[in-house]
């Protein structure tokens, strides 16, 4: 089965650091443009950023430029976002989207479950 | 406030169309076009339209979607209970080199 699988959200105070991770199963991520998009709680969604297929291209939302790093492991089949100085407008949700083409199409196919990230004090 | 713009919500009885509408710009939806996304309460996202008018393999034909200039729109026929969801359109904004994505509408199946 393809799927994706989140983890390493939790509570953490202003100002700290938190990494997540993204499993994935039953394909090879290294063959895809992979993203992070988050949903803030009775929110809509927001992309956060993106990496291509060999982690060279690497894109952000303004809003957490200097802040997160994506990055991709394919030896472990894994996608990460590194995220630092957290800010109380971070608490969201977090998916792991693969992007699919079909022809000149890209979509996010695929999303993992979401792991929660709460910035509280 | 997004930069794309979609009604923040549309309801319909079962049996019925209805369609959602998207306003973006000429660097997003007039240049690379539009996705759609459901997402029920509760789950994660799931892809309805990769391209104004194409589905994935899975989703129904009830889905159909259009493109206009810098506009876009899903339709939704024979509307059924298990459509209500918040739907989303997205497009890649060439010029700010992001994923754009809309404020999303609720959709409630009288």
């Known amino acids: 089965e393809v799927q994706l699988v989140e983890s390493g959200g939790g509570l953490v105070q202003p100002g700290g650091s938190l990494s997540l991770s993204c499993a994935a199963s039953?394909?090879?991520?290294?063959?895809?443009?992979m993203h992070w998009v988050r949903q803030a709680p009775g929110k809509g969604l927001e992309w956060v950023s993106y990496?291509?297929?060999?982690?060279?291209?690497?894109y952000y939302a303004d809003f957490v430029k200097g802040r997160f790093t994506i990055s991709r492991d394919s030896a472990k089949n894994s996608l990460y976002l590194q995220m630092s100085s957290l800010r109380v407008e971070d608490t969201a949700v977090y998916y792991c989207?693969?992007?699919?083409?079909?022809?000149?199409?890209?979509?996010?196919?695929?999303w993992g479950q979401g792991t929660l990230v709460t910035v509280s004090s | 406030q997004s930069v794309l713009t979609q009604p923040p919500s549309a309801s319909g009885t079962p049996g019925q169309r209805v369609t959602i509408s998207c306003s973006g710009g000429?660097?997003?939806?007039?240049?690379?076009?539009v996705k759609w996304y459901q997402q029920v309460s509760g789950t994660a996202p799931k892809l309805l339209m990769y391209?104004?008018?194409q589905r994935p393999s899975g989703v129904p034909d009830r889905f159909s979607g259009s493109r206009s200039g810098t506009s876009a729109s899903l339709a939704i026929s024979g509307l059924q209970s298990e459509d209500e969801a918040d739907y989303y359109c997205?497009?890649?904004?060439?010029?700010?080199?992001?994923?754009?994505f809309g404020g999303g509408t609720k959709l409630t199946v009288l």
């Open positions: 039953g394909f090879t991520l290294s063959s895809f443009e």
């Open positions: 990496i291509d297929s060999r982690g060279t291209t690497i």
């Open positions: 391209s104004p008018d």
């Open positions: 997205a497009s890649w904004d060439g010029s700010l080199k992001t994923w754009l």
């Open positions: 989207a693969r992007e699919k083409r079909w022809q000149q199409f890209g979509a996010f196919d695929i």
């Open positions: 000429s660097s997003n939806i007039g240049l690379n076009g």
